[in-house]
């Protein structure tokens, strides 16, 4: 089992850039490739960037490249997602998951879930 804990949503105006955490617990948790989604009103799911249990590869959507950063660090147990030049497009409900391929995190599927954090960009 795996517990996932978002923390650092807001509002922020277009062009800022917020940074969310995600607090894991669980003996497992090295198991798991980790990363996050987001949902907006109206829209499934979907996957936003991910990250090895090593840190040393990282995946990101073309939305985003360029953008936010995934980093993850195994001896606090968090990851993190740094995002610059945010825009109004990027208003969503951003979730941590836990997961065992990109394939399925690009499918915007995870096994574990955190309970998501607001982020809001106004224009």
């Known amino acids: 089992q795996v517990q996932l804990v978002e923390s650092g949503g807001g509002l922020v105006q277009a062009g800022g850039s917020l940074r969310l955490s995600c607090a894991a617990s669980g003996r497992t948790f090295r198991d798991y490739l980790m990363g996050w989604f987001r949902q907006a009103p109206g829209k499934e799911r979907e996957f936003v960037a991910a990250i090895s249990w090593s840190g040393g590869i990282a995946y990101s959507a073309d939305s985003v490249k360029g953008r936010f950063t995934i980093s993850r660090d195994n001896a606090k147990n968090t990851v993190s997602l740094q995002m610059n030049s945010l825009k109004p497009e990027d208003t969503a409900v951003y979730y941590c998951?836990?997961?065992?391929?990109?394939?399925?995190?690009?499918?915007?599927?995870?096994?574990?879930w955190g309970q998501g954090t607001q982020v809001t960009v106004s224009s």
């Open positions: 998951g836990a997961f065992h391929s990109i394939a399925q995190a690009k499918g915007g599927m995870a096994d574990y």
